[in-house]
């Protein structure tokens, strides 16, 4: 990235590899979903669409695009099917291989009838927070799970499981390691591809996200299996970020310009943003295939339409600047 300023052009940032970390990740992009859920005004669904396609015009390898939940909800995104019908007819396969989250089998027969490829799960590690958000016990919830999970992979669609609260929960307090990987290897078991462990309310710390690996690897769970999902409420999230790649994990979710948070739970705060993972990637050497102009173009647009200024420090310090 070629910064121009007075005295001529510079490369930022500086570009030094740090021995012993992955040379390439996997950037998984939830802005559209996860972060336009969480917003109080509700997004035109063209704007949705043209977010998307920004993003992936970016060069952003996998962008979540929605959520097939009841509008009751989460009435941000009422217009799931009406989205991905437009974008289908739009982009095709490309539109087809966009994750969505289903959150039963009900979600899984509306992307079943656009064809749509890849689905999410979304399991909770602690029982506060599955009876609020899914309206299951810790044990129950599974149940849920089973069936959606069966038939999507009888169709050939690929499955992804979240679990959310993997770190603390604002009702529960401190989350034990065991608790959360029993519920993700139970996911796997059911026939997930892949875990997100979510920090929802951004209480991570680099420790902990080492330890709580670690616990997956002991139980025979490979970081090939593993993405993380941080909040960086508490300014931790990129810290985190390098706790996981000491660790050997290789995805990492992140939402353009920081949007996001949980209808669910007050006190998460926005997701790490894309640009501030892909500045510190880049610093590192490490390939993620994201072009961070593009990116900063799309969430200072985005910020535009929701009339406020984006939370990313990145966004913020490169949003001015000539590239």
């Not at 390098?242 to 995805?251: C, I, P, R, W």
């Amino acid at each position: 990235m070629t910064v121009g300023r007075e005295g001529g052009p510079e490369t930022l940032p500086v570009v030094v590899p740090e021995p012993g970390l992955p040379s390439q990740v996997t950037i998984y992009e939830v802005g559209p979903r996860d972060g336009l859920q969480n917003e109080q005004a509700l997004v035109p669904t063209e704007v949705k669409a043209a977010f998307v396609r920004r993003l992936l015009d970016a060069g952003l390898p996998i962008v979540e695009a929605t959520s097939f939940v009841h509008p009751k909800w989460v009435p941000q995104l009422a217009d799931a099917a009406e989205l991905m019908t437009g974008l289908v007819a739009d982009l095709g396969d490309r539109a087809r291989a966009l994750p969505v989250l289903v959150p039963n089998e009900r979600g899984l027969d509306r992307a079943l009838a656009l064809g749509l490829r890849h689905v999410a799960v979304f399991a909770s590690a602690t029982e506060t927070f599955a009876a609020k958000n899914l309206n299951r016990t810790l044990t129950t919830q599974f149940e849920m799970f089973e069936p959606t999970i069966a038939r999507a992979l009888a169709g050939g669609v690929d499955v992804r499981g979240y679990v959310s609260m993997c770190f603390g929960d604002p009702w529960e307090g401190p989350v034990p390691v065991e608790q959360v990987v029993e519920v993700g290897r139970r996911l796997l078991a059911l026939g997930c591809a892949q875990l997100s462990l979510g920090d929802t309310i951004g209480v991570a710390t680099a420790g902990h996200v080492r330890a709580l690996v670690g616990a997956f690897e002991a139980a025979g769970v490979g970081t090939d299996r593993l993405a993380l999902h941080f909040h960086d409420t508490y300014g931790q999230a990129l810290t985190n970020v390098h706790a996981g790649l000491q660790a050997g994990v290789t995805t990492y979710d992140a939402s353009a310009g920081g949007l996001g948070g949980c209808p669910y739970a007050k006190s998460a705060t926005g997701n790490l943003a894309t640009e501030d993972l892909v500045w510190f990637l880049t610093g590192l050497g490490i390939e993620h295939g994201v072009d961070l102009r593009a990116v900063v173009d799309a969430s200072v647009w985005m910020a535009a339409e929701l009339g406020r200024p984006s939370p990313s420090a990145v966004v913020r310090a490169l949003a001015q600047s000539p590239l």
